[in-house]
């Protein structure tokens, strides 16, 4: 059974930092794209970030660049999104995805990162 | 990249068919047949019902369908049943090697 599981999120001063985790099982973590995809209260879903199954490469939303980063660890089937200088905007429930067939396969239940 | 457009709100009657659209541009729903459809139950995570346009994933009942013409793809939900209530986000690959959603349809089985 594929499970997807965040953690780290938490309330946090504008400006400030917060890293989230993603402890990920169930598949074969090494060959599989990963993405954050962030929902706001009462909004609707954002695409954030994600990474190559290699670490190689990492693509964001215009709006997190250069804040944002995404990283993986494929030997503790992990997946992490550091946020730096964040601000009131990015305040959302934050969901790990898993990449597959051009989508969003399996979603983690999501932590809640609350900027004020 | 601006949000891809979807109604805010459909309804139907049980047994009823309901499709949802979700409109784009050239540079993502209509260049691409990387659509895929999510529906959303309150408080809950996302869930994937349709991939590459028109694909179940395995569970996914066939009840559910997506197609694309242009610019834009839709979302039909034949036989509505009252589980079906919840929110559904359409989500294209784009050019600028990103994705972006659609704002969301609250379907609301009478």
């Known amino acids: 059974e594929v499970q997807l599981v965040e953690s780290g999120g938490g309330l946090v001063q504008p400006g400030g930092s917060l890293r989230l985790s993603c402890a990920a099982s169930?598949?074969?973590?090494?060959?599989?794209?990963l993405n954050w995809v962030r929902q706001a209260p009462g909004k609707g879903l954002e695409w954030v970030a994600n990474?190559?199954?290699?670490?190689?490469?990492?693509y964001y939303v215009d709006s997190v660049r250069g804040r944002f980063t995404i990283s993986r660890d494929n030997a503790k089937n992990s997946l992490y999104l550091q946020m730096n200088s964040l601000r009131a905007e990015d305040t959302a429930v934050y969901y790990c995805?898993?990449?597959?067939?051009?989508?969003?396969?399996?979603w983690g239940q999501g932590t809640l990162v609350t900027v004020s | 990249q601006s949000a891809l457009t979807q109604p805010a709100s459909v309804s139907g009657s049980p047994g009823q068919s309901i499709t949802i659209s979700c409109t784009g541009t050239?540079?993502?729903?209509?260049?691409?047949?990387?659509v895929s459809w999510y529906q959303q139950h309150p408080r809950k995570a996302p869930k994937l019902i349709i991939y590459?346009?028109?694909d179940r994933p395995s569970g996914i009942s066939n009840r559910f369908s997506g197609s694309k013409s242009g610019n834009t793809a839709s979302l039909t939900i034949s036989g509505l049943q009252a589980e079906d209530e919840a929110d559904y986000y359409c989500?294209?690959?784009?050019?600028?090697?990103?994705?972006?959603f659609g704002g969301g349809t609250k379907l609301t089985v009478l």
């Open positions: 995805a898993r990449g597959d067939r051009w989508s969003f396969s399996y």
């Open positions: 169930g598949f074969t973590f090494s060959t599989s794209w």
């Open positions: 990474i190559k199954p290699d670490g190689s490469d990492e």
């Open positions: 050239s540079s993502d729903v209509g260049g691409y047949n990387y």
């Open positions: 590459e346009v028109s």
């Open positions: 989500c294209s690959y784009t050019s600028s090697i990103s994705w972006v």
